[in-house]
């Protein structure tokens, strides 16, 4: 998603991409809901917390995220919002309860120390400053909408993606209305535009939104927010590979930092399976 933001940030505005990507990916997610025939029924203390999400995550998050990779470029992007795993512990023990997990609060650890080390030197210019404070903004309301998303007890994953997403496009609308020149100003017929938008808002908004809230409902949001941390590597190397960003030893350095961080989640913690074994007794 980095990469194509980059791509396209140019010929669309970052609050009109967002608006459009809500939109293309409302189209998939309300007609997979009808062929999957998913049942709507009404409870009003989830929907409250569904609302929250669509402020928080769908909206503010995205927003700044695309205002700040803009600003900044695709590997900074994807690297400082791999600092989410360490908000979402932080939320997870603030408003889940979940146990200060020793070997995660290592593991987030060394990461964010990889993320120094691909990043550190970058952060230079007043525009690279704000796309950078805009990231990390977008970094701490995905975390607290991640673990808004483990409290909705009654609504599934796709139900939770829907609401939240048509929260986000009633939120944006007046924004939209406010400058129609720029969303009219929009080349539609331009290839790289369709296809991006198309792939921005069918791959990674509608169909990784609901894998991640699903996701999220049989893992502890602790253990959820470490398989961020593969972000950062991809992005970069996408960055590399498509947009001809230059890849560094601190990136190469940072990277088995990230990777090792992965790793010691994986070896020494256990917690994933108690969770998915309870989610499994629960199902």
């Not at 020149?181 to 790289?192: E, G, H, Q, V, W």
Request: glycine share 8%.
């Amino acid at each position: 998603m980095f990469v194509v933001v980059k791509i396209v940030v140019d010929e669309v505005h970052p609050i009109q991409l967002v608006w459009l990507e809500y939109l293309i990916s409302l189209v998939f997610l309300i007609g997979y809901s009808v062929i999957k025939g998913e049942k709507w029924h009404i409870n009003w203390p989830d929907l409250k917390l569904i609302f929250w999400i669509g402020i928080i995550g769908n909206t503010i998050s995205l927003v700044a995220q695309e205002m700040g990779t803009g600003l900044s470029n695709a590997q900074t992007g994807s690297v400082i919002t791999s600092t989410i795993p360490a908000f979402m512990i932080i939320f997870g023990w603030l408003i889940l309860k979940e146990r200060l997990d020793k070997v995660k609060i290592f593991s987030v650890i060394i990461a964010i120390l990889g993320v120094v080390m691909i990043v550190g030197l970058k952060m230079t210019g007043s525009n690279v400053v704000m796309g950078v404070m805009l990231l990390v903004l977008t970094a701490i309301t995905w975390a607290l909408m991640s673990v808004l998303v483990k409290k909705v007890k009654t609504y599934s994953s796709l139900q939770i993606t829907i609401m939240s997403t048509v929260v986000a496009v009633v939120t944006l609308t007046p924004f939209i209305l406010s400058d129609t020149a720029s969303l009219t100003s929009i080349n539609f017929l331009d290839p790289k535009v369709i296809f991006s938008l198309l792939y921005i808002g069918a791959v990674s908004t509608a169909v990784a939104y609901v894998m991640w809230n699903k996701g999220l409902k049989v893992i502890s949001a602790s253990s959820s927010g470490l398989f961020y941390l593969i972000q950062p590597i991809v992005g970069s190397f996408l960055g590399w590979l498509l947009l001809g960003e230059q890849i560094s030893v601190g990136f190469i350095i940072g990277s088995a930092m990230i990777l090792a961080s992965v790793w010691i989640s994986v070896k020494f913690d256990d917690s994933d399976e108690e969770a998915l074994a309870s989610a499994g007794s629960l199902n």
